[in-house]
């Protein structure tokens, strides 16, 4: 699924973003299924008809709003883990950025729960692209010796579960950090896994 053609010029551009940031607001605080085309463009102060000069339908814009959060998203974690001297750190460091990005991005992570529901596409393509993304990363940590020669594609979405479920109870139902001890059981978890010792099961 490609994102809708960007405008040609400074102003629509302006227009757009308008659009974008107005949809988010709205369908993060009232819901998709709630929210009419006029809330959008009244919230952005522009005419209705100016919406579907951007986007032919109201999950369109959602779609572009998803497909934003992803480059945002990917881009805050690789600010993140800047610098950081093996894989395991990477993963550290990616856990608390990726919280910081929830709690900073409140309504943008409820519009991606809830595109599951509106176009089931939309919320498959997310997360496919985080996990595939994920996925090359891992292989290259464990061609180099950082983590253990398994699955990758089977470790990009089981590291991606247990961040969205630490984003979902502590940046969205708390809207608080998660506190110390509970990232560090999380990264020990990551680290270790749940065998005592670390030792593999039989």
Not at 45 to 64: I, N, S
Not at 93 to 112: M, P, R, S, T
């Amino acid at each position: 699924m490609s994102a809708l053609p960007r405008p040609t010029t400074a102003r629509g551009e302006a227009t757009r973003g308008k659009l974008l940031a107005a949809a988010e607001a709205e369908f993060g605080e009232n819901g998709f299924a709630s929210t009419a085309v006029s809330d959008i463009t009244r919230r952005a102060g522009v005419a209705q008809g100016t919406f579907y000069l951007y986007f032919p339908t109201k999950a369109d814009a959602l779609r572009q709003l998803v497909q934003d959060m992803g480059r945002q998203l990917r881009h805050a974690l690789t600010e993140g883990t800047a610098g950081a001297r093996d894989r395991l750190e990477v993963e550290r460091l990616g856990l608390e950025a990726f919280i910081d990005f929830a709690l900073e991005h409140q309504n943008l992570y409820k519009v991606v729960m809830e595109s599951q529901f509106v176009d089931d596409s939309i919320y498959r393509e997310y997360y496919q692209t985080l996990a595939d993304s994920y996925t090359v990363n891992l292989q290259r940590a464990q061609a180099r010796g950082e983590l253990r020669t398994v699955d990758a594609s089977a470790q990009a979405w089981a590291l991606m579960g247990v961040a969205h479920f630490l984003g979902l109870r502590y940046a969205i139902w708390e809207r608080s950090r998660p506190p110390r001890n509970v990232l560090d059981a999380t990264f020990d978890l990551l680290a270790h896994g749940i065998a005592p010792g670390g030792e593999r099961g039989a």
